[in-house]
């Protein structure tokens, strides 16, 4: 606040902005000099891409069920009944250590039928079941 002239007599209630003005102005500064060195890039050389082929994991331990739009089902692509499903995944789940099911489903398979199948695999014992995408 500020003190009127001596005739006066009151006090003057306006705001002061100069020291406003004045930190405004020093953090701009600031931010001008901070400005390029945080954006400084580094010098970078990647390697080329190895032209290797690596081998695909074993699928003899797998399991793969898959479901068809008709609703159709296979057991590492060999077609099986869905009356005989359990029976077979009960075999295969007991000489199985991972206990591992993949579900390779049809973009159109019926929703109800291949949860069906999934709960029917997980009946039989199996501890996992993972989805395939294309």
């Known amino acids: 606040m500020a003190f009127g002239p001596a005739g006066s007599g009151g006090v003057r209630s306006d705001i002061n902005i100069t020291p406003l003005v004045?930190?405004?102005l020093v953090l701009l500064i600031?931010?001008?000099v901070m400005t390029p060195t945080l954006l400084k890039q580094m010098e970078l050389t990647v390697p080329e891409k190895a032209d290797v082929q690596i081998q695909p994991p074993t699928t003899a331990d797998q399991v793969v069920v898959g479901v068809t739009a008709e609703g159709k089902i296979s057991i590492n692509k060999e077609m099986i009944a869905e009356a005989a499903l359990t029976e077979r995944m009960h075999d295969i789940m007991k000489s199985s250590r991972d206990?591992?099911?993949?579900?390779?489903i049809d973009d159109d398979a019926n929703y109800g039928d291949t949860m069906h199948i999934m709960d029917v695999v997980r009946g039989a014992?199996?501890?996992t079941?993972?989805?395939?995408t294309k």
């Open 125 to 127: 014992g199996a501890k």
């Open 99 to 104: 206990k591992l099911v993949f579900f390779d």
């Open 129 to 132: 079941l993972g989805i395939m």
């Open 22 to 24: 004045d930190v405004v």
């Open 30 to 32: 600031i931010f001008m």
